[in-house]
């Protein structure tokens, strides 16, 4: 945002105050008449000859270029996924295999109830090859019932190749 002084070019295409047009003038003519009013002469966009401006009360055009550039971080932050409202949640992945011993598991489950309980979901994927897809079904659905009071299922348990996955959300 180009401020008085800033503007270096030599005919504006000037609006006032309550927005009625004064027309094309020399910066020079327009900076006198915002002294006078005791405004800002702001520049709204060089891509255009004469540059349309407008007069501003004083230290109106800074405030709003601040609010402008916090509306434009806000609406990045959103995007980005930073947690606010709209944003898109992190699913945390927590992953065993079937043929997993008891403390491991035990370790396993600490972790997503840990993470359950902080309010992030949790995606629980057990690898499994061939005849191991059954044990690895039994051992999550085990999991699930110990997970019951801090999350609930929101996929059924999905089976493939590979293993079997649940997404867990928190309660």
Not at 12 to 30: F, H, K, P, S, Y
Not at 41 to 50: A, G
Not at 151 to 159: A, D
């Amino acid at each position: 945002m180009i401020i008085n002084e800033q503007i270096r070019v030599s005919e504006v295409q000037l609006t006032g105050i309550n927005g009625e047009d004064l027309g094309i003038m020399r910066t020079a003519d327009a900076l006198e008449l915002a002294r006078k009013h005791k405004t800002d002469l702001v520049c709204i966009s060089l891509m255009s000859s004469p540059p349309p401006c407008k007069l501003m009360k004083k230290g109106a055009a800074k405030q709003e270029k601040t609010s402008q550039q916090s509306k434009q971080k806000q609406n990045h932050q959103s995007q980005k996924g930073s947690g606010g409202q709209g944003s898109k949640v992190k699913v945390k992945e927590i992953r065993l295999t079937a043929n997993i011993e008891k403390h491991d598991l035990d370790t396993k489950k600490r972790q997503a109830i840990k993470m359950l309980e902080a309010g992030k979901p949790v995606q629980i994927v057990i690898a499994a090859k061939g005849k191991e897809g059954i044990r690895a079904k039994e051992t999550l659905e085990e999991l699930l019932k110990e997970l019951a009071p801090f999350g609930k299922k929101e996929t059924g348990i999905q089976q493939s190749g590979k293993g079997v996955t649940v997404k867990v959300n928190p309660v």
